[in-house]
């Protein structure tokens, strides 16, 4: 149903260290990218290696994540991909917002974590095959 997702973030280039290093475990990787330090309206997409974007982020100076109930949530190609996921994005400035485990809550294999990226935006990584 969808085509891609876009978000605004206030620092494209931390942005950018953020989501290549929270995304790789997941297989995602940057496939295009409009970076000019000290210009306007810049941004970067993420998306499979050879693909199109999937998630486009773009550089304002009054960005501000969604509210309470709005999260993206990455498929994650096995549970090994959601725990590298969430230590990755810890190490690249990411907080914790809930650990790889899983949530019988959700279905009894769906296998998750959730960080907050820098700029207050809920991400997930999810896995829901067997362990």
Do not use: C
């Amino acid at each position: 149903m969808l085509h891609h997702l876009s978000l605004g973030v206030r620092d494209i280039e931390r942005t950018a260290t953020f989501y290549d290093a929270a995304l790789a475990p997941l297989g995602y990787e940057r496939v295009w990218s409009d970076i000019r330090p000290g210009e306007p309206d810049q941004a970067i997409g993420y998306g499979l290696p050879g693909g199109g974007d999937k998630l486009a982020l773009k550089q304002y100076d009054a960005a501000a994540a969604p509210g309470l109930g709005f999260h993206v949530a990455f498929d994650a190609p096995d549970r090994q991909a959601v725990k590298a996921f969430h230590k990755a994005a810890l190490a690249a400035g990411g907080t914790d917002n809930g650990p790889p485990g899983l949530r019988r809550h959700y279905g009894p294999t769906y296998y998750a974590a959730f960080v907050i990226d820098p700029d207050g935006h809920n991400l997930e990584a999810v896995f829901k095959g067997p362990a």
